[in-house]
């Protein structure tokens, strides 16, 4: 059973900025709030109909997030290397805003 965290994905909603940012494909910006985009690996947690555990997303635009999930645009290699780069960019905006904290 992968972790389920609703408190955790809830976090990616009080950002504006996309943290993914695909040249070309990317929003930048959302008034609503960003939406947590998961990993769609199996080194995540990802199975079939299973998604990755919910501490593996990137705060992202609908745009971006479409993309990783079942654009055209991008290769296996680069949909990877803009979901990390997100990853990333997210968990550092977590901590400096003291949303995450170690225990």
Avoid at 10 to 26: Q, S
Avoid at 58 to 84: F, M, N, T, V
Wanted: include cysteine; proline fraction near 3%; glycine fraction near 8%.
């Amino acid at each position: 059973m992968n972790h389920r965290d609703r408190k955790l994905l809830d976090l990616a909603h009080r950002l504006h900025d996309c943290t993914i940012r695909i040249p070309g494909v990317c929003q930048g910006h959302s008034v609503e709030g960003l939406e947590p985009a998961h990993a769609n690996w199996s080194r995540y947690g990802k199975g079939m109909g299973i998604k990755a555990h919910d501490c593996f997303h990137a705060a992202a635009c609908h745009a971006c997030h479409a993309e990783i999930d079942q654009g055209k645009r991008l290769s296996q290699e680069e949909r990877i290397d803009y979901w990390q780069q997100g990853f990333e960019r997210t968990l550092l905006i977590y901590h400096r805003n003291g949303w995450l904290k170690p225990c």
